[in-house]
């Protein structure tokens, strides 16, 4: 998908790596969105501070990977960096499928967080 910096790759369209990027930044981004609204729901009278470090650990990716990602993309080539980028956004698809298994267990360890939920009566007002 996205080896197509190589000779015997000359003929094919640039598209094909942004096609190929543009799905690692949709993953990535569904994986932050998923994770915040894991933390509110499961935490929601503290759903403020539950999404702080969130915010914060978003900030400081978004900050550093800016300084390295030239160097890396010089140093390594573009076929290996982009690799790089695609495991990393594969192993945030494996964090889902974690939450699926293990955030029930999760949840019930911290005092802070919400176990059940009733559903509310859809017809009344409280």
């Not at 690799?83 to 802070?112: D, P, Q």
């Amino acid at each position: 998908m996205l080896r197509t910096d190589s000779q015997k790759a000359r003929d094919i369209s640039p598209l094909v790596s942004i096609a190929a990027f543009t799905l690692i930044g949709a993953c990535t981004n569904e994986f932050d969105g998923i994770l915040q609204g894991y933390l509110t729901d499961s935490y929601t009278s503290y759903a403020a501070s539950a999404n702080a470090p969130l915010a914060f650990l978003r900030g400081i990716l978004s900050a550093v990977f800016p300084m390295f990602g030239e160097q890396m993309f010089v140093g390594l080539g573009s076929n290996v960096s982009g690799s790089i980028l695609a495991a990393i956004a594969t192993a945030f698809c494996g964090i889902a499928v974690w939450f699926w298994n293990h955030g029930a267990k999760a949840r019930e360890r911290s005092k802070y967080a919400v176990s059940e939920v009733e559903p509310a009566d859809e017809w009344s007002l409280a």
